[in-house]
């Protein structure tokens, strides 16, 4: 049952911040990255692996974040995942080499997933619709702030003569507010009536029957390569803004603002374009967009001798544009192939997505980020992949459709 207007916006609050943990964690280090290094004694590489470790962890995770909460409710596994998360920045915190920090940056990873994943499962289990795509996209807008605010949090730390343990620190604190905000303001949206027993034989037939739907595979692609050519430059961040931009720690706005600005924006029409327009119609939009951004950004990579803002990261904002008008459609779309699955299929939609995102930073990123004519034609890839994906998926949505009608005449004929 939907909740009164009070409630629903506080909620939407809610399942953002807990959506926004995970970002924070990834974007407040970028600017930490050279003292990382020198404080440590490795090489920048090798820093880059806690994003990488981080992200696998998540990826790994994500596979079961939701199907514990369809068995033991979505409130409780939220709280425990809170729990695990402050234990692990506070470790990242006090850890003295990179091999200890590896360890609780995949401790972090173990746990981040949950309020993005479960707090899916919590819009779908009281909305539906209209309704949904709303409240969704409510939540994407202001989770969307988290990759902009973080890495100017982490900047503002450092310019303040903190070392690198004070971003965990922030990391801690900004996690216990959560877990109190979560057990005052959080109801069980999935009762015991409705929970599936955990068992391995079931979550293997859950998860395998969901991975080999041919309809789940082309929608986790559309949403997990969409956000993959946002990512490229999230995770591209520190040489984006220090080498190309030459800019200084203080500055990741010019780069985090404009892209998760747009995916902000993105997610705001979406939004106000719930039951005023169809959501094949909104994707289109989105679609559009990330083509002329594709075109933009190349364009401006190989024709121009300077690489400067704002040139540089405008077509990162229309990009994210596009990719906050695709995404709720398309995870709304999952969620509602699988009404009793719902914590399973946001799951592996999160380990589809995570598991391209962590090859992302750690393989792609350090090849394409120095150049930009390189990136932009890796995150233009990204788009025209998503893109092919969600055609093939309306073309086989048309076949069904067309084989539904002629079942019916033929039933219609041989009734008569």
């Not at 514990?68 to 080499?97: E, H, K």
């Not at 981040?112 to 909305?127: N, S």
């Not at 986790?220 to 190309?244: C, D």
């Not at 890839?381 to 079942?407: H, M, N, P, S, Y």
Request: charged fraction near 10%; proline fraction near 5%; charge should be positive.
């Amino acid at each position: 049952m939907p909740l009164p207007a009070t409630s629903t916006r506080r909620l939407a609050l809610l399942l953002a911040g807990l959506a926004m943990f995970g970002p924070f964690t990834i974007d407040t280090i970028f600017p930490a990255f050279p003292q990382l290094a020198q404080r440590l004694g490795v090489d920048q590489v090798a820093v880059q692996q806690t994003v990488s470790v981080y992200l696998a962890a998540y990826a790994v995770m994500s596979l079961a974040h939701g199907a514990l909460s369809d068995a033991f409710g979505r409130r409780r596994v939220i709280l425990g995942g809170l729990v695990v998360f402050v234990i692990a920045s506070a470790g990242c915190a006090l850890s003295p080499d990179l091999g200890t920090l590896l360890a609780f940056r995949a401790l972090q990873g173990f746990s981040a997933g949950v309020g993005m994943i479960v707090g899916r499962a919590v819009i779908r289990d009281l909305y539906s619709g209209h309704l949904a795509q709303k409240l969704m996209s409510q939540v994407s807008m202001i989770f969307g702030i988290a990759p902009a605010i973080a890495p100017i949090i982490g900047g503002w730390i450092l310019g303040a003569g903190a070392g690198w343990p004070v971003i965990f620190w922030f990391l801690v604190a900004f996690g216990v507010v959560l877990l109190l905000a979560t057990a005052v303001w959080l109801p069980e949206t999935h009762p015991p009536a409705s929970r599936t027993p955990l068992s391995v034989t079931g979550l293997w037939r859950g998860y395998t029957g969901i991975a080999r739907d041919r309809r789940f595979q082309r929608l986790a692609a559309v949403g997990a390569l969409m956000f993959a050519g946002i990512f490229l430059y999230i995770a591209s961040a520190p040489v984006f803004v220090l080498e190309l931009l030459h800019k200084t720690e203080q500055d990741f706005a010019w780069l985090f603002i404009p892209t998760i600005g747009g995916m902000t924006l993105g997610s705001w029409l979406s939004g106000r374009m719930a039951g005023r327009m169809k959501p094949a119609a909104q994707a289109r939009v989105g679609f559009v967009c990330c083509a002329v951004a594709s075109v933009a950004s190349i364009g401006y990579a190989a024709l121009s001798s300077t690489f400067v803002v704002p040139w540089a990261v405008l077509p990162i904002l229309l990009a994210g544009t596009g990719m906050g008008l695709v995404f709720p459609i398309v995870a709304l779309a999952v969620l509602d192939l699988y009404p009793r699955q719902r914590g399973l299929a946001s799951s592996l939609q999160a380990f589809v997505q995570l598991t391209c995102n962590a090859i992302v930073a750690g393989v792609l990123s350090p090849l394409v980020a120095h150049d930009p004519l390189k990136l932009s034609l890796g995150a233009s890839v990204f788009f025209t992949a998503g893109w092919l994906c969600w055609k093939a998926d309306r073309r086989a949505g048309r076949r069904l459709q067309r084989q539904g009608a002629i079942a019916t005449r033929l039933e219609s004929t041989d009734g008569a």
